[in-house]
């Protein structure tokens, strides 16, 4: 079974800039997951999709990070422009259903530096 | 609110155990846990959905005490494969039910040594 795809997996950019980066969930999972994992933290929830809408955006910076999810499948999350608190690892994932008992599927994740 | 783990880091040599704790100021309705290996993706370890319920997985098992609103990862006869940082994450409890996100501690880093 193929996991959690994403690209890419290196990212550096100056601040001000923008970036985009790319997932591809497991086959089948309605629901998709972007996470940001600062360095010696815990994975921090942006955004929740199930299928193509969002169940939870509360912790996303709206005034420069969007996302979305086309088709109900793949998923771009962009940050626009970026700022030198926005390096991290962005993290993909996906699980089955949208219950909160669901196992996560995670992507190798994006390493985001930003100078 | 963020669940909190201790300890932040334990060094152990291959053989030896460890417990990590997980705890939160809010009723818990489940508790997850999740390993990730340097420069790799979190893989699930196991969720308790129950208080008091325990569950194992090979040598790692955990527990979850409803009432302390807390849940322990026991490591048993620690292997050099378990080296990584181990993460709880916890879903709040609204009446019978889960209530909020699943929000991640900061992670107890686990080195095992030969």
Redesign the interface.
Known sequence: EA??AQSPRYKIIEKRQSVAFWCNPISGHATLYWYQQIL??????LI?FQNNGVV?DSQLPKDRFSAERLKGVDSTLKIQPAKLEDSAVY?CASSFETG??E???????TQLSVL | Q?PVQSPQAVILREGEDAVINCSSSKAL??V?W?RQKH??????LM?L?KGGEQKGHDKISASFNEKKQQSSLYLTASQLSYSGTY?C?T?GRAGGT?YG???????TILTVHP
Request: aromatic residues 16%; without cysteine.
């Open positions: 996991g959690v010696g933290q815990g994975p921090k929830l929740q939870d993290l909160r008992d196992k996560l599927f995670f992507g190798s994740g | 963020q309705y489940s997850h999740y420069g790799e993706a979190p893989v699930f969720i959905l993460f994450g879903v889960s996100k699943l929000t991640f501690g900061q992670g």
